[in-house]
């Protein structure tokens, strides 16, 4: 047995350090402008993503320059521009280079955080865990744990939905993940993983007690010092086990190399994140949406009702046909993940634009999924948009992308669909789901990661 170490030469090693970062001079050729000296339109940006985003699309076009979080980039707006990077043919994009500026010292060497040969060889390893065998039985665990927070759901009267399925969702994670079921711990470790992914946005980047970015870095500490002990054991014991945590010390690919303990940490951490959050945000777009359409929660509701079936299995997740329209509509409509960076390596040019080595470059879901020139009536909410008869074949491919596309394809979308559905399905066979007050409008915060400022209240009543 091979153990893939960070030094290990081959098909796992790491590309040669990045270029140095291109500054103002080199991008000036460029369509755009570099606002206030230093923060430049950081908190236009912050302020409305999708606003500052269509101001400086409709001014210069869709490749544009400008300076956000310190950093000169690049923007590349539209489908087209979604494509070329996310399928990046030349092989000429960092994904680690465009992350490691938000991710550093939190989230470093994830799977998203690494690149090419060494990329492709963990994602093989990790692909294990989300084989079908290993899906059945993650969907037999949260089929059971759902109906049971869903009854204390509607135990509480009104409450906050973000919140709820935030506990739910990270509740879920760990058991799914490392096999345990929801304790003390989980209230601690979801307070670690929020610290880190809001740390992602933070300004100021030392590891200072107090501030945003020392608070994500304690995380961080913390969550190390919960794992490695855990896969100790879990080697110790042999792995047997049928969570995440076992398949990872169990697998291996063809030539039998196997991750090491800091790597399982390293993608446990990274997926913990990855799954819970954007879950999160994404089931709290949907049922946003279906407590301020019933006729919608209607239809779901029948063919919910329709299956004729107490339990969910993994076999009849497909005849969810509706809840999935619906699902991406929500996907649509906040894209969890609303910008995805990476770093130029090598010169190159996009739709006739020069674009040297070491540009941040970065795509927005968030604005080209609300597109006018793409979307009929972007915001309104249609499932029907993803089904055959609402032209989900005609529209370009790459017009809607949360889950990313090419080499870092999101690698947990069956298990996000999985989710989602588990918790429609139990959710609707037994409860309305109603807004607090009617109309019921909130706005999201969109950065780090969509949500609603108010938490979304609602109220469950039982058919
Ligand atoms: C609705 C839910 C989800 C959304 C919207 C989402 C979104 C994304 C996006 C946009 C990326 C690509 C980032 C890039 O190319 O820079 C990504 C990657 C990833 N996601 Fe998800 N994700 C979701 C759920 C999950 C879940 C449930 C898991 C794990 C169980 C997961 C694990 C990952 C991993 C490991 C990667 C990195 C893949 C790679 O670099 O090869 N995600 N996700």
New binding site residues.
């Given amino acids: 047995m091979t153990v893939m170490t960070a030094a290990t030469k081959g098909a796992g090693a790491a590309p040669a350090g990045p270029p140095p970062m291109a500054g103002t001079r080199r991008l000036a050729h460029l369509p755009g402008e570099w606002g206030p000296p230093v923060i430049g339109n950081t908190f236009q940006d912050l302020r409305d993503p999708r606003g500052y985003t269509r101001r400086m699309y409709d001014r210069h076009g869709p490749v544009y320059r400008h300076r956000l979080f310190f950093k000169p980039q690049v923007a590349l707006i539209g489908p087209q521009a979604n494509e070329w990077f996310l399928l990046d043919r030349e092989r000429v994009l960092s ?1 680690a280079g465009g ?1 490691m500026p938000f991710l550093a010292g939190l989230f470093d060497r994830g ?2 955080l690494l690149d090419f040969d060494e ?1 492709r060889l963990h ?1 093989r390893i990790m692909g294990q865990a989300f084989k079908a065998p290993a899906m059945r039985r993650y969907c037999m665990r949260m089929d059971a744990a759902i109906p049971t927070a869903i009854a204390a759901w509607g135990r509480t009267g009104s409450f906050r939905f973000y919140d709820a399925i935030k506990r739910l969702s990270l509740d879920l994670a760990t058991e799914i993940f490392l096999g345990l079921p929801p304790g003390p711990e989980s209230a601690r470790i979801n307070r670690a993983l929020t610290d880190m992914v809001q740390a992602a946005m933070a300004l100021i980047r030392r590891d200072l007690p107090g501030t945003r970015f020392g608070r994500g870095r304690a995380g961080r500490r913390f969550m190390e010092r919960f794992l490695f002990p855990r896969i100790e054991r879990r080697r110790a014991e042999g792995a047997r086990g049928d969570d995440t945590l076992s398949l990872l010390v169990r697998a291996e690919d063809e030539e039998g190399r196997r991750l090491s303990d800091r790597q399982i940490v390293d993608h446990l951490i ?2 913990w994140m ?2 819970h959050d ?2 999160t945000s ?1 089931t709290t777009t949907l049922v946003y949406e279906l407590v301020r359409h019933f006729d919608w929660q209607e239809r779901l509701r029948a063919e919910v009702m329709g299956l004729g079936l107490e339990r969910l299995d993994h076999e009849n997740l497909g005849r969810l046909m509706l809840v999935e329209a619906a699902f991406k509509e929500a ?1 649509r409509l906040n894209a ?2 609303p910008g ?1 960076p990476r770093l130029t390596l090598r010169d190159t040019s996009f739709a006739g634009h020069e674009i040297p080595a070491g540009t941040l470059v970065g795509i927005s879901p968030t604005f080209v999924h609300r597109m006018k020139e793409i979307w009929d009536a972007p915001e309104r909410f249609d499932p029907l948009r993803f089904t055959d008869a609402g032209g989900a074949k005609t529209r370009h491919r790459f017009a809607w992308v ?3 596309g090419g ?7 069956h ?2 669909y999985m989710q989602a559905k588990l918790l429609m399905f139990h959710l609707l066979r037994e409860w309305r789901l109603e807004p607090i007050r009617h109309p019921y409008e909130t706005r999201f915060q969109i950065m780090p990661l969509t949500r609603p400022r108010d938490g979304l209240p609602i109220r469950m009543r039982r058919l």
Avoid: E
Wanted: glycine content about 6%.
């Fill in positions: 994904s992350w799977l998203m990329h994602r990274f997926l990855a799954a954007t879950i994404s996907l969890p993940v995805l949360p889950f990313g080499a870092h394809m999101c690698l947990g979308l298990f996000a």
